[in-house]
């Protein structure tokens, strides 16, 4: 009788300890699901207000982030003509030279150019160099010109059934240092169902240094003006720091185009060229 009763009671222990594993796992399942709700919650609210303002959620498109890349690939190609044709996009009254691009022995560093239109930087005797604040006003209006090419007109948003309402471009560059910032005040507000979001304010900035080659060229031409009658290398040669490259193009006996090139920095994998002409 008394083995009976052990056994009775061993069984019934076994039991019980079971239910209390059973308990145990039951509470680690509810706290596991709890902790992935709320990593879920916490993930989908950082996702949807970044700096303060709220980003789409997934199936929407992020209007801020299209505009800005086009911004960043429009201010690239602006930079490009803006340093290919001495700091102009579009030439009014300037003195200027068409130009091909190709060169019978260009240099190791120069880039085929195309069909561009380079400045006079001096012309009979007559200095002639743009003022940084014109190379600024160039790039903005070269961006505000071309950056419905990059966007055209949200297509890409109106095709998924978003309602478009934007406002007018406004465009700012600065020279900076070591690189070239361009702001971008242009509002626009998607919207679609009950989803709306807004954005006005961008900027994309590049580190081109253009204001070092600006500073570069105006140095080199006031040795050279000293020595107006004659090329004079002695002055290239002061004037041009060893992490730039100076190239002189002969395009007829009294006109030569010279090429200043930032051998250390690169826009888009490429090197960065300043393009003006000089008439004896």
Do not use: W
Not at 6 to 17: A, M, P, Q, W
Not at 65 to 94: H, M, P, W
Not at 147 to 153: P, S, V, Y
Not at 177 to 185: A, G, T
């Amino acid at each position: 009788m008394f083995k009976k009763s052990n056994s009775r009671l061993h069984f019934k222990n076994i039991l019980t300890g079971l239910k209390c594993k059973r308990s145990q796992i039951t509470v680690f399942v509810i706290i596991a699901i709890f902790l992935i709700v709320a990593i879920g919650i916490v993930f989908i609210v950082k996702n949807s207000v970044k700096n303060g303002v709220i980003t789409p959620q997934v199936g929407t498109e992020n209007v801020g982030d299209f505009v800005t890349e086009c911004l960043e690939s429009t201010s690239e190609n602006g930079l490009v003509i803006i340093g290919r044709q001495g700091g102009y996009y579009k030439f009014a009254s300037e003195l200027n030279v068409a130009y091909s691009g190709n060169d019978s022995e260009p240099g190791i560093l120069f880039t085929e150019l195309g069909d561009i239109n380079v400045p006079y930087y001096f012309y009979n005797s007559q200095n002639t160099m743009i003022s940084k604040e014109k190379i600024e006003e160039q790039l903005s209006l070269y961006v505000r010109d071309n950056l419905n090419n990059c966007i055209k007109d949200f297509d890409i948003f109106e095709q998924k059934g978003f309602s478009i309402d934007a406002g007018n471009i406004n465009t700012t560059t600065k020279i900076l240092e070591d690189k070239v910032e361009i702001f971008l005040d242009y509002p626009v507000t998607i919207t679609k169902a009950d989803f709306t979001q807004t954005k006005t304010a961008y900027s994309v900035d590049f580190p081109i240094r253009l204001k070092e080659i600006y500073n570069i060229t105006q140095t080199f031409l006031s040795l050279q003006t000293i020595n107006s009658g004659r090329l004079c290398v002695e002055c290239l040669i002061a004037a041009v720091p060893a992490s730039f490259h100076a190239q002189i193009l002969k395009y007829n006996d009294n006109i030569n185009i010279f090429v200043f090139t930032d051998k250390e920095r690169k826009l888009n994998n490429n090197n960065y060229d300043f393009i003006f002409a000089y008439k004896y």
